[in-house]
């Protein structure tokens, strides 16, 4: 006889006593085709001669043969049963309208597939015996809904079922992804950069839609991000109508209004600026996704009212930094994703207890794929003489009239100082010099001379124009937010394609979400932002699925001066993301409140507060 | 204005999409039964049923409440015990509870096998290809990583099985569905354990 499996009897109030919002009428619901936590004896004994002996009363008169009898009788074995009804396969046929296919053709290698090419079928198998299976959030209270996600197919098994196809089999890791999104109504996708957020969202929506149970979604994303969401869902889910909401005013609204496809896609600020259409309360979507929703971390912002005001079904968030300032920016983000869930005076660990089940996180190191190592050098450069003097100066002056301003000082001041110390710590304004270009200089020699490609970060476009110039024997291409929109994508293009372009010069603003750079193997960082979530998106459009070469990031920073105290003052307070996000959280998101904004120049916040606030 | 949109409002509840299926006319392609049992040290055996369509979407599926036979029964049955309960209890009541006939019934369990007796509808044990073949079997089918045990005195199965592999095997790994029951009878019985309580609770 073969072993039957075990189950262990799971502790009574496992999740549910942790849970204050279940009212106890509605407990009664659980009760809805749940088992007894007491077995029915088989025959007629009601009563325990002892421990494992169960012999009825009316035993004990009929002796041995009343027993024998008794365990004879036919049990009443109580069942409990549930149908399902199975859901319509929507017919989407793929388009195969000449812009598709152009965007197709043009799409440059993304995650996990820097050839681009080929396509696969999710065939129902298992990955090292493991499959994908669905598994129902807390907040699903009904066990028949429970049941019926437990019960479907595991995700190999529905991705092969609906004939999709992909241009590659999905990682185990972007599966479990999809995994959590599908049964979710309100989810935040968490991944660290370069994991494939979009593909897993974009598959995840397919899925919905094939399975009837999405209709229209709206994507809401950064203005740069649209031309890539656009690749990726002819890349992934070419089968899906899109519409993206852009144009004037008059046809945004008429977009707005008749947009029929089962996608549509807009920017922050074209929602912003159509709210009335976007919210009208007859405008119903039953899935709205933002994409690095970091932009509505500030919950009394106009763009998170906005966005919370969207009448919607589910709610999704995608974004590598939950964190960038304090557990505050997540607030903000489940203003959208759940109002009320994180209440404003919570501490850390409570807000990581209250949103694991919503949020799901995984850095590229706790997931097992094969890439290539990311290697930090930190650049540590000393000013040249004309720089360090010109910065002694400037600092001096600076102080004395932050100090001179007293009741009139404002923070603004106080950044005034710090980015004009930090432009003079690139390049000295006077004489040109710059320690830090020479040391650039000499690391893009070498990285040209092995036929490699380098990115270059800097947070002013001035900077990157002064590099241009000087580095214009590198064939150099600039990205940031000067390159008009529609120009972006060819800069990319020539960037890739181009094999005398060693160098592609972006901004912080422009460059560092949503780009697929993974054929660059350099990466140098001239100046450093304000926050290391940041900086972190910026090396990861180079260090991503798909990278085939180690990606060595170089970081500079001058001694001794502004950078080294805002640098000293972040490296403390890497620890908030891992309080909130577990222990094996690597990603450092903590930028720079104000107080340590100025206590930079050692100068008193207090007389200030009320000013700057 | 806005037509489109009301037309959308009406959209409702996510689930509700799969409910409303049940105004449409059940599927007449053909079904595939799993037939499991899982064992809890204190509460005895529990058994599943579940029911899939050709793609291995659930159709139907029920679980027995626990059962735990006394000690006199233990000793009376010994080793028939669990072919007993499991066969002629558990299986024979799920399998008159549930409403679609199968094509075939698959189990993972031996025990489960003598429900074979009760029903019309062909059955076949699904074991690892390396595990030996049962006593109570005679013939298999053998597939890649499984073998499909044929039981006793019913080798005339054999033919039906084969041919209703075609169906189900391209889209389904045959073995797959019996993790989902233990999944759901896990998942009944917990829900099970902490609304019962919950319930004494709030009373």
Known sequence: MNKLPKIENTPMFSWIAERDDIDPGKLRVLRALSLPAEPVCLGSSNSSLSDGVHIGPRDFELGLAGVASNTFDAPTIKTYGYTFYQCNERELVPRSTPE??????????????????????????????????LKPPRDLIKLEDRLRLLLQPPLESLLATSELRFPFRPFHFQLDGIAFLYPRDQAVLADEMGLGKTMQAITAIRLLIHHDQLRRVLLVCPKPLVSNWQREFARWASELPLTTIEGNPARRQWLWRSASDAVTIANYETVMRDRDDVCHPDNYYDLVVLDESQRIKNASSTTNEITRSIPRGRSWALTGTPIENSVEDLRGIFEFISPGQLEAKMKPREVGRVVADYVLRRTKDQVSIDLPPKLFRDADVVLSPEQAEAYRLAEDEGVVHLREIKQQLTIQHVFELVLRLKQICNF????????????LEADLEECAASGRKAIVFSQWVQTLAELRRRLERFHPVEYHGQVPSRQRDGVIERFRDDSNCHLILMSYGAGSVGLNLQFASYVFLFDRWWNPAVEDQAINRAHRIGAKRSVTITRFLALNTIEQRIHDVLQRKRELFEIVFGENMSAASSGLTREEIFSLFKLDDGEAAVKAA | MFSHFAAANVIPHRWAYWSSMSQQARCNEPAFGYLSAVESADLGYFGGYLIVSQLG??????????????????????????SYLLGEQIGSSLLRAAKITPKVIFTDSEGLLHARELIGVPMALVLPADRPASRLTRSHISLEAIKLHIPLGY?????????????????????????????????????????NEAHEQAA
């Open chain 2, 57 to 82: 979407r659930p159709l139907e599926f029920h679980c027995s409440a626990p059962i735990r036979p006394n000690r006199a029964q233990q000793i009376l049955y010994g080793p028939t015990l669990e």
């Open chain 2, 155 to 195: 080798e005339q199965d054999e033919t039906p099985i084969a041919s209703s592999l075609d169906l189900i095997m391209r889209r389904v790994d045959l073995a797959e569905p019996f993790g989902r029951i233990h999944e759901a009878i896990r998942e009944a019985q917990r829900i099970g354990s902490v609304s």
């Open chain 1, 100 to 133: 598709r296919n152009i965007a197709r053709n043009q799409c440059p290698a993304t995650e996990g597939s820097a050839d681009g090419a080929g396509t696969a079928d999710i065939t129902p198998t298992a990955i090292e015996g493991q499959y994908t299976r």
């Open chain 1, 428 to 439: 000295d304004p006077a004489t040109g010099a710059s320690s830090k270009f020479e040391r």
